[in-house]
C-alpha cells in the first residue's frame, strides 16, 4: 500500500514539474517576443551592433581635418545588404569662420559620404544611413542635417565602393577655417545592422 502511494506522490510530483515546464517556456517565449519588438530592428535588417557616446569630443588649435569618433567595422559582418544607421550632435563657435563636419567610410583619407559646412550657427545635426547594395563593396548613402537657425535638410546622395569584406573604419571629422574656433562633438551614435 505504501508502494502506491509513493508511486501516486511521485507520479503527482512529476505531472506537477511537467506542468512548470511548459509554463516556463511560455513566459520565457512571451518574454523574449517582447524583448524583440523593443529593439530597434527594421523589416529585413536585424540590429547586431550599437555604439554611442555622449563625451564631448572638442577639435580646436588646428586647421587640419580630424577624427572627432571612430568605430571599426569587423569584416563581413553587414553581409552584401546590410545597413549602418549614424547620427551625431555638435556645438561650436558661433561666428563667420567655416566649420565642416563629415563621414568618412574606411578612416580619415576614406571615402566622404557626407560634408557639411556651415557658419554662423551654434550647433547643428546630422542622421543618415549607409546601405550595402547587394555587395559588400557597394554603398549608398543618404544623409540629412539640421542647424539651430535652420530645419531639416537632405545632403545630396552619395555612393562608396569601400570593399566592406575587410575591416573598415567608420569615422566622424571635424575641420576648422581658423585654429581659434571650437567644433565639438557633443554625442553621437552608430547602428550596424544585417540582412535577414
Known amino acids: 500500500m505504501q508502494t502506491v502511494l509513493h508511486a501516486i506522490a511521485w507520479a503527482a510530483f512529476a505531472g ?19 524583448l524583440c519588438s523593443l529593439s530597434p530592428n527594421v523589416s529585413g535588417l536585424t540590429l547586431i551592433e550599437e555604439f554611442k557616446s555622449a563625451v564631448a569630443a572638442a577639435l580646436t ?7 572627432l569618433a571612430s568605430f571599426n567595422i569587423p569584416g ?10 549614424i547620427e551625431g ?26 560634408s ?4 554662423t550657427v551654434a550647433g ?10 547587394n555587395a559588400a563593396n557597394s554603398q549608398r548613402a ?36 581658423v585654429g581659434t574656433d571650437t567644433l565639438t562633438l557633443e554625442k553621437f551614435k552608430m547602428r550596424f545592422y544585417k540582412a535577414t
Open 16 to 34: 506537477v514539474l511537467a506542468l512548470v515546464a511548459v509554463q516556463h517556456r511560455q513566459i520565457f517565449a512571451a518574454t523574449a517576443q517582447r
Open 61 to 67: 588649435g588646428t586647421t587640419a581635418e580630424t577624427v
Open 76 to 85: 563581413g559582418i553587414l553581409g552584401a545588404n546590410g545597413e549602418i544607421e
Open 89 to 114: 550632435d555638435f556645438t561650436e563657435t558661433n561666428n563667420a569662420n567655416a566649420k565642416t563636419v563629415q563621414v568618412r567610410l574606411g578612416g580619415l583619407t576614406g571615402t566622404s559620404l557626407l
Open 116 to 119: 557639411h559646412n556651415t557658419n
Open 124 to 133: 547643428r545635426s546630422f542622421r543618415g544611413t549607409i546601405g550595402l547594395r
Open 142 to 177: 543618404r544623409f540629412y542635417t539640421a542647424t539651430d537657425v535652420a530645419a531639416l535638410t537632405s545632403a545630396a546622395g552619395t555612393t562608396g565602393a569601400v570593399n566592406l569584406q575587410n575591416d573598415t573604419v567608420i569615422v566622424i571629422t571635424g575641420t576648422l577655417g
